[in-house]
């Protein structure tokens, strides 16, 4: 039975560049139509009056409305606001994560002792400590930062303790066999063997950060994207807060896409 | 234990410069303990090959982190120059038997890690490491990462890693034991070419017998659990050496002569492994 396997084998590797390409295009094309199919239920649920028009507007008025959002400045002010959030809670949890996974994974008697907290807190929902952060850092920019470098620190130290422990045990060998310092140890063995982790911790680590730094604005705030939200939600403006949450989807995925590439991680 | 010297090899006759002074290594205690190294002793001397052979679970790799500093707790002595190691010392360059390139280093970055280490400038780190990888046949392959590269070559890089931090002593594992007979070798070729253009002493851990006298001057046969020394054998075939050596009547004497303390050995391991596998299987 196993034989029957392998002789089936040349030939599917044979076809397997032309078969990708042509399953790529047909995923895409499943893609696109699922969009149409989407785009055209939603439309036809519109114009059939079965639901309010205000909860379900029309493809063209949120359209209409994404081209008003883009050309308000007040839409790049709070965009800057966000993005500052994220970027600052990422570098602040994934520096404080990369350390403390770094001595978790280093210290076996430390990450015995330290690491099944760190995995019992990784799940809870951090926005249970938002009250916390507005009491120490005010409603301002930096409690959405404090809070989304909480939700990401987690991310980041699991796996780069994991990856630690991960690396291959000969390359320490050879450093210590060369007599390298602790410092060219940490350096030039553990963090390069430990890019790959690392890396997709931080991948990982920003899609928390984006998550958290939306989810208090829209708690509590005065600036942002998710304070924007809430704001076009508070008059009502339907065809504006979907053309919004459309604009923060695609703004989350290229971010997502261009920290994949930047990072060589994968999707 | 002789010290005569091995006029032949033209290896200075000087001051040992590694000794193994009853070296003991137990893993374990109590009745479950297990004696890895039950004191060996042996000496190499400058420009000397020496080779250690026993069947597997005599204790040499054991032996081979004691004496790279790998594994400091032990007793007896290793003494280099008459002085104990304490961790890994300078004077020992070491190549593990594991696949031991960094995979994020191209070949050259590679060979040039120890000369990084010690803070050598970029130029001449790149200008020794360029030399060893010449002298192990490389050249041409700088630039390409380990993935890139056969086992044998691989193998190669790890050798020239070791050998561009200047070893007193190149202190080798099974360096071949995953690669094929012929690649084997001519890897064979190339370590004595470099030992005897370098002078380069020399202590290899091996299972390998034809491995063992193609290159040594002489051999320490250990005896299967616990790893005694059971013999030192001199290998006085001509120098300079290349694998040709193989086919010749004194090189299969000496396979015979070693094989027959070696046999016993092995049979005797293999015995152990099999009433082990026997008890689990009732078990």
Redesign the interface.
């Known amino acids: 039975m196993a034989a029957t396997g392998q002789v089936k084998n040349p030939t599917a590797t044979m076809g397997f560049a032309a078969r990708r390409s042509s399953d790529a295009r047909s995923t895409n094309l499943i893609r696109i139509i699922l969009l149409l199919v989407l785009a055209g239920s939603w439309e036809a649920l519109s114009r059939s009056g079965l639901l309010f028009r205000d909860v379900v507007p029309s493809i063209f008025s949120i359209w209409a409305a994404i081209w008003k959002l883009l050309s308000t400045p007040a839409f790049y002010v709070n965009l800057q606001v966000t993005a500052w959030e994220i970027f600052a809670s990422l570098a602040i949890g994934a520096g404080l994560g990369i350390a403390v996974g770094i001595v978790l994974g280093a210290n076996r008697f430390l990450g015995a002792a330290f690491e099944p907290y760190v995995y019992y807190l990784a799940p809870t929902p951090r926005i249970i400590f938002f009250p916390v952060m507005i009491m120490w850092f005010g409603v301002g920019i930096a409690s959405k930062i404090a809070l989304g470098a909480l939700s990401c620190f987690f991310t980041v130290a699991l796996s780069t303790a994991g990856g630690m422990r991960e690396v291959d045990k ?2 320490i ?2 450093g ?6 602790s410092w ?1 140890m940490a350096t ?2 553990y963090l ?2 430990m ?1 790959a982790p690392v890396l997709n911790g931080i991948r990982l680590g920003f899609g928390t950060a984006t998550v958290t730094a939306l989810l208090a604005e829209t708690k509590l705030s005065n600036q942002g994207l998710g304070f924007m939200i809430m704001q076009i939600y508070s008059r009502f403006d339907m065809p504006s807060l979907y053309g919004l949450l459309i604009i923060v989807f695609i703004l989350a995925g290229v971010g997502n896409l261009i920290l994949g590439k930047v990072t060589g991680t994968s999707a | 234990m002789t010290l005569a010297s091995t006029a032949a090899t033209g290896a200075t006759s000087g001051q040992p410069q590694l000794v193994i002074d009853n070296v003991f290594k137990q893993f374990g205690e109590g009745p479950g303990a297990v004696t890895a190294v039950d004191h060996v002793s042996f000496d190499v001397k400058p420009g000397e090959f020496v080779s250690v052979i026993g069947p597997s679970g005599c204790g040499k790799s054991t032996l081979f982190n004691i004496i ?3 594994l400091d707790e032990y007793s007896g002595n290793v003494l280099i120059e008459r002085e104990r190691i304490a ?2 010392h ?1 004077a ?3 190549v ?1 038997q ?3 390139t ?1 995979p ?2 191209n070949v050259i970055d590679n060979v040039a ?2 000369l ?2 010690q803070g050598v400038n970029k130029s001449e780190r790149l200008d020794r490491a360029h030399h060893f990888i010449d002298l192990v046949g490389l050249k041409g392959f700088e630039k390409l990462m380990p993935s890139a590269l056969s086992g044998g070559m691989r193998q190669r890089v790890s050798i020239a890693r070791t050998l561009v ?1 200047g070893p007193q002593i190149l202190l080798m594992d099974e360096p071949f034991a995953a690669l094929d007979e012929q690649t084997r070798l001519l890897l064979g070729d190339k370590i004595t070419q470099i030992q005897q253009d370098l002078n380069q002493t020399t202590l290899l851990i091996t299972h390998n017998l034809t491995e063992a006298v193609q290159l040594s001057d002489r051999i320490v046969v250990m005896t299967y659990r616990p790893g005694k020394v059971k013999r030192i054998v001199n290998i006085d075939l001509p120098r300079p050496r290349t694998s040709d050596v193989v086919s010749s009547d004194a090189f299969g004497h000496y396979v015979a002569e070693i094989w027959a303390d070696l046999r016993e050995e092995a049979s005797r391991g293999m015995a152990d492994t099999e009433s082990a596998r026997r008890a689990s299987n009732r078990g």
């Open positions: 000969v390359l060998r050879v210590r066999s060369f007599r390298a310092t060219q030039k063995i390069p063997a890019r | 790279g500093g790998l961790g890994p300078k020992v360059g070491m593990f594991e696949e031991s960094f994020w280093r890690f120890p990084e280490l931090s």
